[in-house]
């Protein structure tokens, strides 16, 4: 995974159908489907697979799905995503028993999230940490120096120079809506 995010470093963050179809047809590599049913699932998955994308649905968002042992094996046999996004590292770790990568998603609000997020990495060992908002780089560079797992930057970059300063800051992507980014990342 870290190798197709230094090749290509923007995910595309999709929200709703529309976004859904941009990001198929992007230059994105990697997409992070954010919204969804169980009912519709599947086909949203399928659909960003046949595109030539990986795929890791958010699964604390979808709904009529509970992220518990059941909901995650569900994930890994019918909706069968490469990985799962949660911010629960309990739900990343039952994702990894299901042979699921995962993506803790954690919220730096303050020091004491901080020190939580590092626990929740520690318990967990995901594939990647999303950080939100992806706007701190003094952070990202901070965590990057106590754990191992690779960083995206995700949450309000809507601007090339805001995704660089992540980038620079240690964080091998950034996760975004902002479907412009997709296209790739200019220095001004």
């Known amino acids: 995974m870290k190798e197709i995010l230094q090749s290509s470093p923007v995910i595309a963050a999709v929200k709703d ?26 086909d949203k998955v399928q659909q960003i697979k046949r595109a030539g994308k990986r795929v890791f649905v958010h699964v604390d968002l979808v709904d009529g799905l509970k992220p518990d ?22 739900t990343i770790k039952l994702a990894a028993d299901c042979g699921l990568q995962g993506v803790l998603r954690i919220f730096m609000i303050d020091a004491s999230a901080f020190h939580t997020g590092v626990q929740g990495i520690s318990a967990c060992h995901p594939a990647l940490v999303e950080v ?57």
């Open 17 to 42: 159908t529309r976004s859904l179809e941009a990001a198929c047809l992007s230059p994105a590599k990697v997409v992070f489907l954010l919204s969804g049913s169980i009912i519709d699932l599947p």
């Open 69 to 90: 042992k059941q909901g995650i094996l569900y994930m890994s046999r019918t909706v069968r995503p490469h990985g799962i996004i949660s911010t629960r590292p309990a």
């Open 132 to 188: 939100m908002p992806g706007l701190l780089p003094g952070i990202i560079a901070k965590l990057r120096q106590r754990v191992l797992v690779p960083i995206v930057a995700g949450g309000m970059i809507e601007e090339s120079a805001q995704a660089l300063a992540a980038l620079k800051s240690g964080a091998v992507a950034i996760s975004t809506s902002r479907e412009a980014l997709w296209y790739g990342l200019t220095e001004k």
